[in-house]
């Protein structure tokens, strides 16, 4: 009897050990999911195709020749193709430039005194680009998703970060540089499907680097927001 008590409880020490390693297998199987450059880039496109408009904060270090230009700015965007950029700290603190789809004009104010002085210009005017002449339409996710589907099937380099955070590199062919930046650098959260860093290089050397936080999307931004 002691005996046959025995190997029952073996048996059943055997049963809930394999049971355990088993349900252990499945879980590391779906955390250990194989990342890829195709789900990084279809994660962000698919992303972004569930983006009425959205908000975020951005940090920003620009190089040009001897110039360095750091500001953070927030960034309204809508789907229609307005975009919206405040500059909270940094060179010109204050300005406010919307881009408007429908002119392909950029209206805004300088900062401090200035502010009452309204001006409607060119998108690529001295006055709404950054030292790298990079445009207010061009700083919008929506047009990274629109140049990173047109290049999607080209070579890239890619590497797994931790926390299932992956870096993509893809070169820029000329007509399709942005502020004469060769090569971009995309750092992507697969758990939010977004970029949350983006590097700019021109012949290997980096002029600009973006840190994005506070992503809001879908949500109800105020009446006039693109209208000053």
């Not at 250990?32 to 270090?61: H, P, R, S, W």
């Not at 409607?120 to 700083?139: E, H, M, P, S, Y």
């Amino acid at each position: 009897m002691k005996k046959a008590n025995i190997l029952l409880f073996l048996f059943s020490l055997n049963f809930v050990l394999l049971s355990s390693e088993v349900k252990l297998k499945n879980v590391n199987s779906e955390k250990g999911e194989t990342l890829t450059k195709e789900i990084a880039i279809q994660k962000f496109l698919d992303k972004m195709k569930t983006v009425e408009n959205y908000e975020c904060i951005i940090n920003v270090n620009t190089i040009a020749g001897k110039r360095q230009q750091k500001r953070e700015m927030k960034i309204y965007y809508d789907k229609s193709g307005f975009v919206r950029l405040d500059i909270l700290k940094g060179e010109s603190r204050g300005s406010v430039a919307i881009y408007n789809p429908k002119t392909d004009k950029v209206r805004g104010h300088k900062g401090g005194l200035l502010k009452g002085i309204k001006l409607t210009l060119g998108k690529t005017n001295k006055q709404v680009v950054d030292i790298r002449g990079i445009r207010i339409d061009q700083a919008s996710f929506a047009f990274f998703a629109e140049r990173i589907e047109k290049f999607k099937a080209n070579p890239m380099l890619f590497s797994v970060l931790p926390d299932k955070k992956v870096a993509i590199t893809m070169n820029l062919k000329d007509k399709y540089r942005v502020g004469n930046a060769d090569k971009w650098k995309l750092f992507f959260d697969i758990n939010t499907g977004l970029i949350y860093r983006m590097e700019y290089f021109h012949d290997d050397s980096l002029v600009q680097e973006n840190y994005y936080s506070e992503f809001k999307s879908n949500i109800e931004m105020k009446k006039n927001i693109f209208k000053i």
